[in-house]
Structure formats: structure tokens, C-alpha cells
């Protein structure tokens, strides 16, 4: 199936084979051709050079054109800094020594600021991999954009100046549809709405100031139809919920958020949930194979319906007429459970005992998370040490050595072999529980 369709059924509802995947590379994206944050958001053709790179390179089914929430503030009047390893910064900020609110006459046009370079980009971009892959257009949320303007004043005036702080966000609401509609227009079939300062308030505080602006966001982007995206920094677990009460097509958290408990509240509102790998535990301290385990450990903790089946279809062997013998006998439901149930349900519990045992056995991540004593680490951490430095030797000295790919594969499945005993030791003790029959003869059927 074509990528952008996939990603395109996934905001739909529609079930799919593959997970769709949209890698945020930013200015990293420049880094794969030599390219510094500066050369990349301030040239077209260098800028173009790169995405079409990522896009060659990850075959994504979704790609941003460009990350950088300082398109609309720069045009509105903050200044700059700007560094070659990320994207700008803002220094100043036109609001906030006074209390106002820019003329809505004031919208950030075709012609503005850095807006040519990026909506010519965007063009080219749908014009080469437009076909194949979803190209997104990120806008600063209105939130964030009202921080830019007016500073840290912003988070006081939510206490001391609502009325303020409502025209303000008002304001900054119809920038981000100007933005949507010249991203749109240029081509982008999702607009993410970017606004990382969304974790850093109550749900309360978002539920008074921002469900108005994000809720009309949303309904303008879906009005032109495009799809949209609410994009939120840090932790904002406590504001997913009214974040789905918004209404955008989807919702992406970063590491800090609980994917699982997140994706519990967003599936209540039908809204599709998007998160990232651990950037700084697994993506930067790991290896390629770390990054790729997780996601399929993640994948799994998604979709455990595994367990539920098991159990679901072992309480459903057991026959009516015990349950009714023992319901006869003046039992009820608690000891039915716990006396009938549990007992002739062993075997289930028992594989997925064995599951999670093995999952906990095979894990190292939060060892290396949670404990700084090395004499506490499992045997885990130190084997995937063994592969690691296996895998540097060979790197370093398999051009000299033409013996060095056996040598690190002999390491390699001695590894496996010491981490596999354990749970070769315990499986005899569980396999009894593995016998088929436990319930022939206990009822006349």
C-alpha cells in the first residue's frame, strides 16, 4: 500500500498492517548532507537538499518540511538568535512591557519574513515525494506564540488579566489559520499544531483559556480539508484529556507522556495517538537494535490483547453445569472465582506468567534508568555491554582481522546461551501446569 495512505487510514480509524511512522528530523536533516541549522532554515535549495535525503533515506510514510516555531514570531517582530546546531531562538519579545494586542490587519503574508523560502520548499517537496509520502506543515501553537510576544508575562496575566490574555490568544488564533491556509495552499496534507508550552499549565487553565482557540484551529483546518495534528512538549499527561476535547485528527507526546495511558484517553475520543522513541536513554545511549526493540516492545504493550484472548477463551472451556453445581451448593461469585475458576485456570495464568517473566528477564532500560550501583545491575546490562563492545571491535578491527565476524558471532551466541539458562531452569517447574485435561471427569457432560 502507498505510505501517505497508510498514515492517511490511521487518522481515519481504519485498521492497517503496518505502523505508520513520521520522523521529526528538524535541522538534523541538514546534518545528513553537512549542512548547519542556519544553512538549512535560511536556504532553499540546502533546505530541499535535505528533506528530500531524510526522505530517501527513512522512507517515511509522513515528513515535516520544516521545524521551526519561529516562523510567525520572527514576522511579528521578535528578534533572533540563532545557532548552528538548532533552530533559532527568540530574544525579544514586542509585548511585554505593554498591554496590547496587535491589529488583526497585522497577518503574516506570502511574502513575509522567511515564509518564500518555506513555501517554495513545500511546493517542491509535493511535487517530488508528494505522492508517496504526507508532507506536514508545523505552525506555532497560539499558546506558545502568545508567549513569544508577550514574554513570561503571559503565564501572570493568566491570573491577573484574563480578558487580556482572551484577545491576546484571540489574536494569535487567527495568525495560526493564516499559517494553516498558506501551508495548505502550498500543498501540506497535515498541519501540526506545535505548542510546547501546553504541558506547563493546569487542565483547568487549559479548559478556561485554550479550548476556544484550539477547538476553532481545528475546525478551520478540517474546513480546508486537511487533516491536523496537536503537538505537545514535556509532561502533559494531565492535559490529554482536554487536549481531546479539542477535536484535532490526532495528538503526538513526546517520552515524557505514558503512551499507554495516554492512548487509553485518547481512544475514549476516537482521536489517533502519535509518540517518539526516548531521545536521550535509548536514541542517543543505545544502539540500533535498542531503538528497535523498544518499538517492538511498545507495539506490544499497544496491542496486549494476547492475555485477554488467553484468559477469555480458558474461562470459556470451563462447563456451565460446574459453575451451577457449585452456585447450588450455595456458593457465590467470589468463591466460584477464586475456588473453581482460578484452579482450572492454571495453565493460563501459567503462560502468561512465563510472558511477562520472560519480558522482565530480557530487559535492561530501566536498570540502567533507575540504578547507579553497578553491583545492582542484572545480568541483562552486562551482556548487551558485551555485544556492544563486540560490535566496536569489529568495526575497529575487522578491516585488519578477517577472523573478527566469527569471533563476535562466537560472543554473540555465548551471550545468548548464559541468558537463555535461567529461563531453560525455571520452564520444567511451569510446564506441569501446562497438562492437558485438568478437567476430565469432574462433571458428567
Sequence with gaps: MNPKQVLFDVLNHKKVETIPWVPFAGVHAGKLVGYDATEVLQDPDKLLHSLLEVNKLYKPNGQPVVF???LESEILGCELVWAKDGPPSVKTHPLEEVDSVPCKCQMPTAED???????KVMREMKEKVGDTTALYGLICGPFTLA????????????????????????????????????????????IAVVDP??????????????????????????????YSSFFVCGDATRNIDVMCQTKPDSISVDENVDLIAAKAITDKHNITIGGNIPLTSVMLHGTQEDNMKYVIDLIDKIEATTNLIILRTSF??????????????????????TQIVLPLSKASLAVIALYYGVAHWNSWLQ??????????YPLQVFLREILIANQLDEVMMGSE???????????????????????????PWVQRFFVKGVMIGAVKS
Design 68 to 70: 521551526d516555531l519561529q
Design 113 to 119: 519574513g522567511r515564509m518564500p523560502i518555506v513555501l
Design 147 to 190: 508567549s513569544h510576544l508577550r514574554g513570561t508575562e503571559i503565564f501572570l496575566d493568566m491570573y491577573d488579566d484574563e480578558d487580556y490574555v482572551a484577545d491576546l490568544l484571540d489574536y494569535c488564533l487567527e495568525v495560526a489559520k493564516t499559517m494553516s491556509d498558506l501551508f495548505i495552499e502550498a500543498g501540506m496534507d497535515v
Design 197 to 226: 508550552l501546553v504541558s506547563q499549565i493546569s487542565a483547568d487553565h487549559f479548559s478556561e483559556f485554550l479550548d476556544a482557540p484550539f477547538s476553532a484551529l481545528f475546525e478551520h483546518i478540517r474546513a480546508k480539508g486537511a
Design 316 to 337: 470459556a472451556s470451563i462447563p456451565e453445569s460446574l459453575i451451577e453445581a457449585a452456585e447450588i451448593d450455595g456458593a457465590g461469585h467470589l468463591k466460584v472465582f
Design 367 to 376: 536498570a540502567t534508568i533507575y540504578l547507579r550501583d553497578r553491583d545492582l
Design 401 to 427: 582481522i578477517g577472523t573478527s565476524t566469527s569471533v563476535q558471532e562466537t560472543v554473540k551466541y555465548a551471550t545468548i546461551m548464559v541468558s537463555i539458562i535461567p529461563v531453560l531452569m525455571i520452564y
